[in-house]
């Protein structure tokens, strides 16, 4: 995939062309020239573009992405946080057993904000550690 072509379309807020563009690709690689279009613009158009994309065809995959996106690359927008927490719980609720949305929920206890309550935390942990017991993440935090 272009990165400058789909980095064009988002930033004409051409959506559905860029969702045509992305179409078939690998979601990882679609979130990682994510990133990088956000770090090199500063654009929340990014994250716009994912929550045009989740509005048409909405999946934990998806809402992970957004999480991800905001909480990395746009983590200095105001309330950053608060809606990447939400995209995560929302992934999770879509996809229960997916371990890697449990791990991922884990963070928003460790931050300022603190938005994960301590025992839901703790409970995410171990349904992670039930199923992946080697899980670093989760044997972190319940340390």
Known sequence: MNKERLAHYILQSEFQVTRELVEGQNKREVLIDLLDISFDTKNIAVYFFLEDWIYDKESAELHSMASS???????????????????????????????????????????????????????????????????????????
């Open 69 to 143: 996106l905001l909480s990395v690359a746009f983590a200095w927008v105001p309330r950053a946080y608060h809606i990447a927490f939400r995209h995560i719980r929302q992934a999770i609720k879509l996809e229960p057993s997916n371990l890697d949305y449990k791990e991922m929920i884990l963070e928003y206890h460790e931050i300022p904000e603190c938005l994960l309550s301590l025992e839901e935390a703790i409970d995410h942990a171990e349904q992670v550690i039930e199923r992946e017991p080697k899980s670093k993440i989760a044997r972190n935090f319940l340390r």
